[in-house]
């Protein structure tokens, strides 16, 4: 067994204290989120992260911002899914809550062509400074039912210290659903 280093057990995420142009996406999701979301859902072998960016997605319809991973019955599956953007680069077309519940249905749709037994999507929706949570299932035969869990104030700075605790409980109750789904497979 491979003890742990103590760098390896200190990964906290930095808080930035400079002034950027927060209003551009990439720069704030860089900046504000990716530490607290590397930090909760890398740990262990049990999650793994990818963001849009890193990967090419071939499904052009299908591109969430974020995704979380996790083997289920030695499939490897989407389990969470985000949308970050600021409120004022949102789209005319249609709103990031309706893109992440297709998204959200389709990551379902996935996980029950792969007989995933009872299966559930979670969701993160961040716009400007709230962080909203979701949860997808399907109660009964053809009605999908997605369910907002909670509504977060989210830390932007030094000064928002404060809001962390509630912003971090948040990712990780979405975590515990669904490292719980998965363990019940």
């Not at 990964?11 to 590397?38: C, G, M, N, R, T």
């Not at 995704?67 to 899914?81: D, E, L, P």
């Not at 907002?148 to 990780?172: D, M």
Request: aromatic share 8%; proline share 4%.
């Amino acid at each position: 067994m491979r003890m742990k280093s103590h760098d390896e057990e200190l990964k906290l995420p930095a808080f930035v204290a400079d002034s950027h142009d927060s209003s551009i996406e990439d720069s704030y999701v860089h900046h504000y989120l990716a530490p607290v979301l590397q930090s909760i859902y890398s740990t262990g072998k049990k999650l793994t992260v990818r963001w849009a960016n890193g990967a090419s997605n071939k499904d052009s319809t299908f591109k969430p911002d974020f995704q979380v991973f996790s083997g289920i019955i030695n499939v490897r599956c989407i389990v969470i899914a985000a949308e970050f953007k600021r409120k004022s680069r949102n789209s005319a077309v249609e709103s990031d809550l309706v893109k992440l519940g297709k998204q959200m249905k389709l990551i379902y749709n996935n996980l029950v062509a792969k007989r995933i037994p009872k299966p559930s999507v979670c969701g993160l929706l961040c716009q400007r400074e709230t962080l909203c949570t979701y949860v997808t299932d399907m109660p009964f035969s053809h009605m999908y039912r997605i369910v907002k869990l909670s509504k977060v104030t989210l830390c932007r700075n030094v000064e928002e210290l404060h809001l962390s605790p509630a912003f971090i409980s948040k990712l990780v109750q979405v975590k515990n659903i669904t490292l719980e789904k998965r363990n019940r497979q």
